[in-house]
């Protein structure tokens, strides 16, 4: 419920931290994140709703794509390959490409080319979470 906050907080250290919440990226549940979590990537509630992204094909591959999107704003598929690489080796401008088109055709992110010949800039327009975009349009596994 939002407005709601425990009346006291209290962390192990007695050093008061601002609490930071979030919505869950599948069920939309206000969570909290703990201090260490904070500069983590944690976009899900639990661990059931974690597991839920990871039960469809290239679920947490897509997640990944669309939550960077979703966060960082307008990227092209060199930007995405850059970041990516950091946790999928084997991300290339191509395989990324070839993911975007997917989610192109389900209208989830819009593509525009500047020049010719040059990469093509993505943006997600999806007013959905990407935890709900995979359970809606991707396969289980
Ligand atoms: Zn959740």
Redesign the pocket.
């Known amino acids: 419920m939002k407005g709601m906050r425990p009346l006291k907080s209290s962390s192990p250290h007695g050093k008061k931290h601002q609490p930071l919440t979030r919505e869950?990226t599948?069920?939309r549940?206000d969570y909290t994140l703990t201090h260490d979590e904070r500069r983590g990537n944690q976009r899900?509630?639990?661990r059931d709703?974690h597991r839920i992204v990871t039960s469809y094909k290239k679920g947490h591959r897509d997640f990944l794509l669309l939550t960077i999107l979703q966060e960082g704003g307008s990227m092209t598929s060199h930007d995405l390959a850059r970041i990516t690489t950091k946790f999928w080796k084997s991300a290339t401008q191509r395989s990324i490409g070839l993911i975007m088109k997917a989610w192109i055709g389900r209208g989830i992110i819009s593509a525009v080319r500047t020049q010719p010949k040059r990469p093509y800039t993505y943006t997600f327009e999806s007013d959905l979470y990407p935890g709900e975009l995979i359970i809606k349009h991707c396969r289980k596994k």
């Open positions: 869950c599948v069920c549940r899900f509630c639990s709703c």
